[in-house]
């Protein structure tokens, strides 16, 4: 069973940084999968932050994301990163890693738990 667990949250004060993990247990490695992040707030629909492919090199960020976050992923440790700078209170939200096989067995999205990101003025 591929499971996604997020880590890293907190609350911190506008201008502030966190980094966001996702550890992926489970997932074979035929998947040749994508990696994304996503966030909500209560009352409105989950909304796409950024992704990161198979090899590390396919990037893509929301409008909101780019220029402030950074996407990574660590392949051998099946974990991928989410460097926020420069934190705005609209970054507040629920965070959610999402992992989608394409391949095998295993094909479909599996999402996390989430972890909590609070941001201040």
């Known amino acids: 069973q591929v499971e996604p667990v997020e880590s890293g949250g907190g609350s911190v004060q506008a201008g502030g940084s966190l980094k966001l993990s996702c550890t992926v247990h489970?997932?074979?490695?035929?998947?040749?999968?994508?990696m994304s992040w996503y966030r909500q707030v209560p009352g409105k629909e989950r909304e796409f932050v950024a992704s990161?492919?198979?090899?590390?090199?396919?990037?893509k960020y929301s409008d909101s994301a780019r220029g402030r976050f950074t996407i990574s992923r660590d392949s051998p440790r099946n974990t991928m990163y989410l460097q926020m700078d420069s934190l705005k209170p609209e970054d507040t939200a629920m965070y959610y890693c999402?992992?989608?096989?394409?391949?095998?067995?295993?094909?479909?999205?599996?999402w996390g738990q989430g972890t909590q990101v609070t941001v201040s003025s």
């Open positions: 999402k992992f989608y096989c394409r391949y095998g067995l295993q094909k479909g999205s599996y």
């Open positions: 489970g997932a074979e490695t035929y998947c040749r999968e994508e």
């Open positions: 990161i492919d198979t090899s590390g090199t396919t990037l």
